[in-house]
């Protein structure tokens, strides 16, 4: 057993070992012979037994989940670090902080999502030790990275974007504007130039109306291409990959998690899925147990960090172990693959999103992969879980509550779906037919055809895609874009906080945000919401809720659509929220969190 002043070593994603209170020592002082040491590390607020060396500077933070007692202060970076610990190279800190394992706040005992460290054998061990109460007064220390995330004031789960990365157009030096437009005007006005300087006058033969016209036409033209070419340039928005933020450790939020997913099969998709790098936020309680996991998912445009603000209350309110909540392909930062590849496109579709969200919901849940290929589980009870689905994300909860209670493998229950303000095909949205898209290469296609349908692909990419890309780019590079588009979707938009506009402008950092928009875009496909809704309805012991705000301007439910609810399924529970648009849990959290435990 490790001594009370020596710390528990969490190993990370890239295949170090675990390490706490019931593994041997040997173990760990084998390794630290080794110079293999785990990028996180979890101290006891004594000073480490092992710190008599002088450790590298480290960048410490307080869990502010943890309960902690008015006179506590960390101890000093010095002494936060055992030798093991302090002879990682920089080279190995900058690698290691790949894993984004993080402490969900609470008021109690508190848990930890580790990224695929979870599901290596020691998960049930950790939560034991930490649940027992051995958790008070934990530090958290990690490796130091390039830039230290800041989090926001109102809202600390959330950081605010690098300093050295810009999520709009910067402007364009007031000299280089001179430049151009002087530029500009010698180009256009050429002519009169030449006249000057041959003739010594400025007298311009047959200068009319028209004319001038025509020539400051000519000239805005001109300036106007160079300054963007020039902006585009030299001040374009950044675009980063989701493993450099991770690298850095500069992931968007405290519960931010990147990790390789691959999707298991559901009710719809019995297919081997493709392994994909997925950003998730995961809130855990341990001291909670009615619901096993609540498992959310997010609207068209947004991503995970929309129930950033919400995950915690929901978690204590309804008494839930673990909050998941995962960006859809396409959106926020999960990996963009080719849609153009062989069953790329599938890959950006609501069932594949399915899918990733059944494999993190099982680990998380179970402690193991579908697979079989990681941790003992538990037990073997059906554990119970919530499912909550924003908008788009609607579809895709009831997809996946109908695929737990197919599936018994994953051993989880729907006990309650909640829909807020849900686009459903049939329902709240008007029947569409769509046909499979021509674009997508069939798993087998050769000769001719094959050469044909790269053809396609080709000039749609040049004449449709790009064009689009660019159009959306400099939309969404512009600095008032995300607070004009979510003051349409706030009932009262001066409720509209700054931190609720870097929510959602967050994620256009991405590397090929555009293109995974129009990815997903291209492969929606229609289908029957109304019988989906009806098959989730009549599951056993499942509730299903519905809430919309009685200001919801994106998608309306209006009386026709409250009559059709209470005629064809008059079990589902429906809450009208008054004064609140389309995102209600972010317009007002507590008013959410509080009526929707009233309705259950």
Same mark, same amino acid.
């Given at each position: 057993m490790l001594g009370e002043d020596q710390p528990i070593f969490i190993g990370s994603k890239i295949g170090r070992p675990l390490y706490c209170n019931e593994l041997d020592l040997n173990r760990r002082e084998a390794n630290a012979q080794r110079n293999i040491s785990p990028p996180w590390c979890y101290h006891t607020p004594s000073p480490c037994a092992n710190s008599a060396r002088p450790a590298p500077t480290a960048t410490t933070t307080a869990i502010n989940s943890i309960p902690t007692s008015p006179d506590f202060s960390p101890p000093p970076p010095s002494k936060m670090r055992c030798d093991a610990h302090a002879r990682t190279t920089p080279a190995r800190a900058m690698r290691t902080t790949t894993a984004r394992t993080r402490m969900a706040p609470s008021t109690g005992p508190t848990a930890f999502l580790a990224g695929d460290a979870v599901g290596r054998g020691m998960r049930t061990s950790l939560f034991s030790s930490m649940a027992s109460g051995d958790a008070s007064g934990i530090i958290f220390s990690r490796t130091p990275v390039a830039s230290q995330p800041t989090p926001r004031e109102d809202e600390p789960n959330l950081y605010n974007i690098p300093s050295e990365l810009s999520a709009t157009y910067r =402007? &364009?030096?007031?000299?280089?504007?001179?430049?151009?437009?002087?530029? %500009? #005007?010698?180009?256009?006005? =050429?002519r009169a130039i030449s006249h000057f300087i041959q003739q010594g006058s400025l007298q311009i033969v047959d200068w009319t109306v028209k004319k001038a016209l025509l020539f400051l036409l000519r000239y805005s033209v001109l300036w106007s291409v160079s300054k963007v070419a020039v902006q585009e340039g030299l001040y374009p928005p950044s675009r980063v990959t989701t493993q450099s933020l991770a690298d850095t450790g500069n992931l968007p939020s405290l519960l931010s998690q990147y990790e390789t997913v691959t999707p298991i099969s559901s009710a719809h998709d019995v297919n081997p899925g493709v392994p994909i790098g997925v950003h998730s936020i995961q809130y855990a309680n341990l001291k909670n147990n009615k619901y096993a996991a609540i498992y959310l998912h997010h609207g068209f445009g947004a991503s995970s960090l929309s129930w950033l603000p919400v995950l915690p209350s929901l978690v204590a309110r309804l008494g839930a172990r673990v909050g998941i909540a995962h960006d859809a392909p396409g959106f926020g930062f999960t990996d963009r693959p080719d849609a153009d590849s062989v069953g790329g496109l599938k890959q950006y579709r609501t069932e594949n999103s399915v899918r990733i969200g059944l494999a #993190? @919901?099982?680990?998380?849940?179970?402690?193991? %992969?579908?697979?079989?290929?990681? $941790?003992?589980?538990?037990?073997?009870? &059906?554990?119970?879980?919530?499912?909550?689905?924003?908008?788009?994300?609607?579809?895709?909860? #009831? #997809?996946?509550a109908l695929s737990c209670s197919v599936d018994r493998k994953l051993r989880v229950q729907p006990r309650l779906v909640v829909l807020v303000a849900p686009a459903l095909e049939g329902i709240t949205l008007p029947s569409r037919r769509r046909k499979e898209s021509k674009a997508e290469i069939p798993d087998k296609i050769s000769g001719v055809r094959k050469l044909l349908a790269s053809v396609w692909i080709v000039g749609r990419k040049l004449f449709v895609d790009y064009p689009f890309q660019y159009v959306l780019r400099r939309l969404v590079g512009t600095k008032n874009f995300w607070r004009n588009g979510l003051s349409q979707a706030?009932?009262?938009?001066? =409720?509209? $906080?700054? %931190?609720?506009? @870097?929510?959602?402008?967050?994620? %256009?950092?991405?590397?090929?945000?555009?293109?995974?928009?129009?990815?997903?875009? =291209?492969?929606?496909?229609?289908?029957?919401?109304?019988?989906? @809704?009806?098959?989730?309805?009549?599951?056993?012991? $499942?509730? &299903?809720? @519905?809430?919309?705000?009685?200001?919801?301007?994106?998608? $309306? &439910?209006?009386?026709?659509v409250l009559h059709l609810l209470k005629s064809d399924f008059p079990t589902v529970k429906v809450l009208r929220m008054e004064g609140l648009g389309h995102d209600p849990f972010e317009e007002d959290k507590e008013s959410f969190v509080s009526e929707l435990v009233k309705l259950i």
């Open positions: =402007r &364009v030096p007031w000299y280089i504007n001179f430049f151009i437009g002087t530029a %500009s #005007l010698a180009v256009v006005g =050429r #993190l @919901l099982q680990k998380a849940v179970t402690g193991e %992969s579908y697979l079989g290929n990681t $941790t003992k589980q538990e037990d073997d009870a &059906v554990k119970n879980v919530a499912i909550i689905g924003h908008s788009m994300g609607a579809k895709a909860a #009831l #997809l996946m706030w009932g009262d938009p001066k =409720r509209l $906080t700054d %931190s609720d506009v @870097l929510r959602f402008q967050w994620p %256009s950092i991405g590397k090929g945000w555009e293109r995974g928009i129009i990815s997903f875009s =291209r492969g929606l496909q229609s289908s029957d919401d109304a019988k989906l @809704l009806r098959d989730v309805v009549n599951l056993p012991n $499942t509730t &299903v809720l @519905l809430l919309y705000g009685s200001r919801d301007n994106i998608v $309306t &439910v209006d009386e026709k």
